[in-house]
C-alpha cells in the first residue's frame, strides 16, 4: 500500500514508544514523505535528549538511519502552495498540512498520531475526511 508518513511516525521508527510496533509494520509499504519529515524528526530527537530519554550518539544513530529508511522524499517546494491553500481551509499550522498536500497530490492516505489533526481534517466541510489515518486505526495493522 502507499502512505505519506509524517513525523510523528517516523519518530517510532527510532525510539520505542507507544505504536512503535504499528510504525514499523508500515516499513514494509511504499512510503512518502516532504522533506520537512527530517527537520520535524530532529527536533523530535532533540526534545527527547533535553528530557533524558534519548542521548546524543542514539540520536545521532538514529538520523542516519532515518536518511537511509525506504521513503520517497519530496521537495516542500512544489507542495508549498497546496499547502498553504489547506492551512486556510483547515486552519491549522503549515507543517502538518505539507504532509496531507503530498497525500492528495499522490492520491494516497496520510497516516499520523496526531489525532487532533486527524480530528481536524474529518470535520465536516474540511473536504479532508477520510483522507488522514490514525496510526493505531491503520487498516491491517496490529
Known amino acids: 500500500m502507499k502512505w505519506v508518513v509524517d513525523a510523528s511516525v517516523a519518530a517510532k521508527w527510532l525510539a520505542p514508544e507507544a505504536e512503535s ?11 512518502l514523505a ?9 527536533n523530535i530527537l532533540w526534545k527527547k535528549q533535553l528530557r533524558a530519554e534519548m542521548d546524543a550518539a542514539t540520536a545521532g544513530a538514529a538520523v542516519r538511519w532515518l536518511g537511509q529508511a525506504p521513503l520517497l522524499v519530496h521537495d516542500c517546494g ?28 499522490e492520491g494516497c492516505a496520510m497516516i499520523t498520531a496526531d489525532r487532533r489533526f486527524v480530528d481536524r481534517c474529518n470535520q465536516p466541510g474540511s473536504g479532508t475526511a477520510g483522507k488522514v489515518v490514525l496510526l493505531s486505526g491503520v487498516p491491517g495493522r496490529r
Not at 21 to 31: G, S, T
Open 21 to 31: 510496533d504499528v510504525a514499523a509494520a508500515l516499513l514494509d509499504d511504499e512510503l
Open 34 to 42: 516532504p522533506d520537512l519529515l527530517f527537520a520535524e524528526v530532529a
Open 78 to 105: 512544489s507542495l508549498a502552495s497546496a499547502a498553504l491553500d489547506l492551512c486556510n481551509r483547515l486552519q491549522h499550522p503549515a507543517y502538518d498540512c505539507f504532509y496531507l498536500a503530498l497525500a492528495q497530490r
